[in-house]
């Protein structure tokens, strides 16, 4: 099955820096690759996505960079602000599968004020 | 719209209790999923619907059985809990090609 690792496991930083979460999956075939956004007591939340076909998305403050070759995407936020402070999943798809999301172990930024 | 709701928000159970997790949806979308958080684990989906009519296996399916009652609902059944199935769960629902909207999970206990 898919192998999704991601780094760093915990990440603080000072309001208005800039923050990046690397995810790597094994899964050569896994063509979809999103981040979800948890905060506290409720569920994930879509935040942005990519597929195989593009190399960089971005949305507003947030952006998605992928590399196939190496199989890993980031997500990168920049100008961080309190409300940025959650648990960040990545969740490869799983075979090029249209349902199968293998989820992350999670990030936890916390953005200080 | 109220999106994907699910019922109870918590549960206490003994081992050996059953009970049902319901789930419901209200955005038209072909596909549910039910997962599982643990602390330090990430979600692990425990099993699917791509469409109604048809349910398949996730990553831990094992002490679960589910239901696509219709389009709407996809309930989690638990036959007999054990401890080890204390956990949030989460239900998800999608139109196509994998964006998932998640309800806002089950917190359940095994005693």
């Known amino acids: 099955g898919e192998n999704v690792e991601q780094h760093p496991s915990t990440l603080s930083v000072q309001e208005g820096d800039s923050a990046v979460i690397k995810c790597t999956y094994s899964?050569?075939?896994?063509?979809?690759f999103p981040w979800y956004k948890q905060e506290l007591g409720k569920g994930p939340q879509l935040i942005i996505d990519i597929r195989s076909n593009v190399g960089e998305k971005k949305d507003q403050r947030i952006a998605v960079t992928l590399n196939k070759t190496a199989k890993h995407f980031s997500l990168h936020i920049t100008e961080t602000q309190p409300e940025d402070s959650a648990v960040y999943f990545c969740a490869p798809n799983s075979g090029g599968s249209n349902y199968k999301l293998t989820f992350g172990k999670g990030t936890l930024l916390t953005v200080n004020p | 719209n109220a999106g994907v709701t699910q019922t109870p928000k918590f549960q206490v159970l003994k081992t050996g209790q059953s009970m049902t997790l319901q789930c419901a949806q209200d955005m038209n979308h072909n596909s549910m999923y039910w997962y599982r958080q643990d602390p330090g684990m990430g979600l692990r989906l425990i099993y699917y619907s791509a469409s109604e009519g048809t349910t398949d296996k996730g990553e831990v399916p094992n002490g679960y059985n589910v239901s696509r009652l219709n389009k709407r609902e996809f309930s989690l059944r638990l036959e007999s809990a054990a401890p080890s199935q204390t956990s949030v769960y989460f239900c998800?629902?999608?139109?196509?090609?994998?964006?998932?909207?998640f309800g806002p999970g089950t917190r359940l206990t095994v005693l």
């Open positions: 998800a629902s999608s139109l196509n090609y994998n964006e998932q909207f």
């Open positions: 899964d050569s075939a896994s063509n979809y």
